[in-house]
């Protein structure tokens, strides 16, 4: 993990501010969350305090400091989603994996999270696992596209 | 397509203008912009929501369909030319003939599609239209995509190359004209003679505070200062609106150029993009266009021989949406907590990095290009009202059409609602939101208005970035304010405590009218009407206090919806009613005897214990102790539940 963390911090200048944000997007990516080890060598390379690294990087909710699931579904409510039901398909996914919004099942697979617009309001209500945007969400396509997640495991 | 170097003096040529007449220039351009083929093209929407419609999977099933039948096709991925509910959009062009386009073509319309246009045998269910062109043959019984109503409302400049070609293609856009604007500045004009022409043409910055764009660049002209930054707002957070993202999906040399022309006005030598992460599809085609634009040296040093240096950096933001506010936006860039920042010093004094700073947000500079190219008469010859030039609107929410658009400044919303959204009566919409949760909620009664920062201002309604949500009888209004408020209060840095607190106030007032506690006695209404009556106050001395404009305008969706529906906010309170049947809480739930079989399944999962009644007989529900939570109704096999 160290190494990865600092491929990506090879890729930008040091003592150069401007990055932190970046870079932190970019561990996260990388590594599921931001490790304290992570902040450390941050700090170091960009030449600021990791303490405050850690106040920057809380302050998005972006960013989180725990390990997180392989599949992370996040539902737009977004108003146009919010409108179209966004709240019956979170009902739905908290029913199917028994597990409430923010939380992770008990096989660090899946983790359900909202998220206020998706940017892609054309298409309500939408979400997206890792990057990839799906709509027309029945309980069929939903449950269809975890099948397709969970296969892709194996 | 020819080697890079070829290429490359193809692009000086068109820009430098040493052309004269070329025959070999004509051909590129002809070939380039699809207007000479020797074989079928065809052509796939492919920003966002063409993705989200199913285009990846369309692609992959024609690109097969062509190898199983050996037909020699050229496959390019375009943007989208806007009708999103359209999407996934796939057009053809075969040689000789117009190009036509056809809509909702998921993977497994493909072959009938194919087959129908191969073998003159069309699938007009699926037609869009054709692009007249005098050069080629038409589709007989085809119309011509620009007579439709979406298309022929709108004045498309920004947009004019809109799903025609590939966005990062930079030789198409040069083709198509692209970079001529920024190569006049930097061979013929000097900085102050940019500012002018800007402030000449009044254009109001698009991000939401109108402030004309002239002035702010004239001031970070004057200013003297080793180092200036010019920085491109494209973090668009506010819920309900993808203009931003549209934009740079589909127009990203747009972007670059109008952020050239910007830093060579100010004496900015470094620009930045602030993008929201989640935007990856538009990150990843500018990401594409700006390595294109560094090859081909319009960015970088001495670009054209002019002397000129300039670089752009791509900063992604971390999605918050006070992040957009210039001053937290600035403070992000430099790696702090995103939080604004107290004015003065404005950032055009005091910015990045303490130097002058010129923010602007992606459609203003979108904008820059043609108004330097044709002049500040040309610009202002658009516009009805007040405001000239256009703006671009995002359409979503309970319509038939979801689109992306741009109207002429002055367009009434009754208009956009009739040709772009296409509703043939407005009895349908209820209300419409635009700009956002700081914007305003609109009612029909106020649909006449037109697009039009000072007007709408005088209306005390904000136009916002121009994401436009529509609300039909289905949507809740006091849900939708509370739904808006609880946008805002998660999304307070909490800097000012009126708004940090006020918003989480009054978004439990809201929550207040729309839950119910059971066995009220008559304080409880009371209370709730004293909490409305708070949130009028409140909402003063939130707006008066905070330093930005987030929580200056958190009570708007609140005040909007009850100017314009007092008569549901009351039936909340007093009645405690929800005519749209949206508040959980304000449902009362009925056993029909006839329909109730005694199953017994309801009575055991009531969480409340409200359900009695013996097996094999009509159950009932005690309305005392239920608490509406619904799951009764939900687990009842016979539909012998109902919802008053
Ligand atoms: C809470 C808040 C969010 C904002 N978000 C954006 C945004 O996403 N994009 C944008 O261009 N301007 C946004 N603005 C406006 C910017 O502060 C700034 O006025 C604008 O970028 C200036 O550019 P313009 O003059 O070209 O409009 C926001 C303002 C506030 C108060
Ligand atoms: S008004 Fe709200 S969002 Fe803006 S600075 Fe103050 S606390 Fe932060
Ligand atoms: S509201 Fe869901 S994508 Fe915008």
Same mark, same amino acid.
């Given at each position: ?154 | ?126 037609? *869009? ?56 500045? *930097? ?12 402030? $000449? ?124 506010? $210039? ?43 043609? *108004? ?151 304080? $409880? ?120």
């Amino acid at each position: 993990m160290d190494n990865l963390i600092e491929l990506i911090l090879l890729k930008y200048p040091k003592n150069a501010t401007e990055n932190i944000i970046e870079i932190l997007l970019q561990i996260q990516e990388a590594e599921g969350f931001i490790s304290a080890q992570s902040i450390i060598m941050l700090s170091e390379h960009v030449g600021v305090q990791s303490s405050k690294i850690y106040s920057v990087a809380s302050f998005y909710d972006q960013f989180v400091f725990e390990a997180r699931a392989k599949f992370i579904i996040r539902v737009c409510s977004g108003t146009s989603c919010y409108i179209s039901g966004s709240d019956t398909i979170i009902s739905f996914l908290e029913k199917e994996f028994n597990i409430r919004i923010g939380e992770i099942t008990r096989d660090h697979v899946f983790q359900i999270e909202t998220k206020s617009c998706l940017g892609a309001c054309a298409q309500s209500p939408v979400l997206e696992i890792n990057g990839v945007f799906y709509s027309n969400l029945t309980p069929q396509r939903i449950r269809q596209i975890i099948h397709q997640c969970k296969s892709s495991l194996q | 397509m020819k080697n890079l170097t070829q290429n490359d003096s193809y692009v000086k040529n068109i820009l430098l203008g040493k052309n004269g007449k070329n025959s070999l220039l004509e051909e590129t351009t002809s070939i380039l912009t699809f207007r000479k083929n020797s074989k079928p093209i065809i052509f796939i929407g492919s920003a966002t929501c063409g993705i989200v419609a199913g285009s990846l999977e369309t692609k992959l099933t024609l690109i097969e369909y062509l190898k199983e039948r050996q037909i020699d096709a050229e496959v390019v991925e375009i943007g989208c030319s806007c009708p999103c509910s359209f999407e996934p959009i796939v057009e053809v062009k075969l040689p000789g003939k117009n190009r036509i386009s056809f809509k909702n073509i998921t993977s497994d319309k493909v072959e009938a599609v194919l087959d129908g246009l191969f073998n003159n045998d069309l699938q007009f269910n699926n037609v *869009i239209g054709q692009y007249f062109d005098e050069l080629h043959h038409p589709w007989e019984n085809v119309i011509n995509i620009s007579d439709l109503p979406f298309f022929s409302a709108q004045k498309r400049i920004l947009l004019k190359n809109s799903g025609l070609y590939t966005p990062e293609n930079i030789l198409q856009y040069v083709a198509t004209g692209g970079y001529k604007s920024f190569a006049k500045c *930097i061979t013929q004009y000097k900085p102050q003679d940019i500012c002018n022409i800007v402030e $000449e043409s009044q254009l109001e910055g698009r991000g939401g505070g109108g402030y004309q764009t002239g002035r702010k660049w004239n001031a970070a002209l004057q200013i003297a200062a080793g180092q200036k930054y010019l920085i491109c707002n494209a973090n668009e957070s506010d819920t309900g609106s993808f203009i931003v993202r549209r934009l740079i999906e589909n127009h990203p040399h747009l972007l670059i150029e109008g952020i050239a022309i910007a830093s060579f006005a100010i004496g900015a030598s470094k620009a930045y993009v602030f993008i929201r992460n989640d935007y990856n599809k538009a990150i990843e085609v500018l990401s594409k266009a700006l390595q294109q634009a560094k090859e081909y040296e319009l960015i970088g040093s001495n670009i054209l021989n002019s002397g000129t240096n300039f670089s752009i950096v791509l900063v992604q933001s971390a999605g918050a949406f006070v992040c957009g506010e $210039e001053t937290a936006l600035i403070n992000s860039i430099a790696g702090k907590r995103g939080m604004p920042s107290a004015k003065p010093p404005f950032p055009v004094e005091s910015g990045l990095f303490d130097f002058p700073t010129v923010v602007n947000s992606a459609e203003t500079l979108c904008n820059i290009p043609s *108004i330097i190219l044709n002049g500040p008469d040309w610009f202002k010859s658009f516009g009805k009202l007040n405001s000239f030039g256009t703006k671009l609107i995002s359409i979503a929410g309970k319509t038939k059409t979801t689109g992306f658009a741009e109207i002429e400044m002055g367009v009434s919303i009754t208009e956009v609602l009739e040709n772009i959204a296409g509703f043939e009566s407005q009895e349908e919409i209820k209300a419409l939101q635009i700009g956002g949760p700081n914007g305003s909620c609109i009612p029909p009664s106020l649909f006449s208005i037109p697009i039009d920062y000072q007007l709408m201002k005088d209306k005390e309604i904000r136009m916002g970035s121009g994401g436009i949500v529509l609300f039909d009888d289905t949507t809740c209004m006091v849900d939708l304010a509370k739904h808006y408020m609880k946008f805002i209060k998660n999304e307070s840095c909490g800097k000012c405590i009126p708004c940090r607190e006020g918003t989480r106030k009054m978004f439990e007032i809201l929550e207040n009218i729309t839950i119910s506690q059971k066995n009220e006695g008559g304080h $409880e209404t009371l209370d709730r009407f004293k909490g409305v009556m708070q949130i009028e106050s409140l909402a003063n001395v939130i707006s008066d206090t905070s330093l930005c404009g987030l929580g200056k305008y958190s009570p708007n969706p609140f005040l909007s919806t009850l100017k314009w529906f007092r008569s549901e906010y009351e039936e909340h309170i007093f009645d405690r009613k929800c005519k749209a049947g949206v508040c959980q809480h304000l449902k009362s739930y009925y056993i029909h005897v006839e329909k109730c079989t005694g199953c017994n399944a309801c009575a055991v999962r009531c969480p409340a214990n409200a359900i009695l009644g013996n097996k094999l007989q009509p159950h009932f529900i005690l309305q005392e102790l239920c608490t509406s939570c619904g799951i009764c109704f939900e687990i009842c096999k016979f539909s012998s539940i109902s919802i008053q």
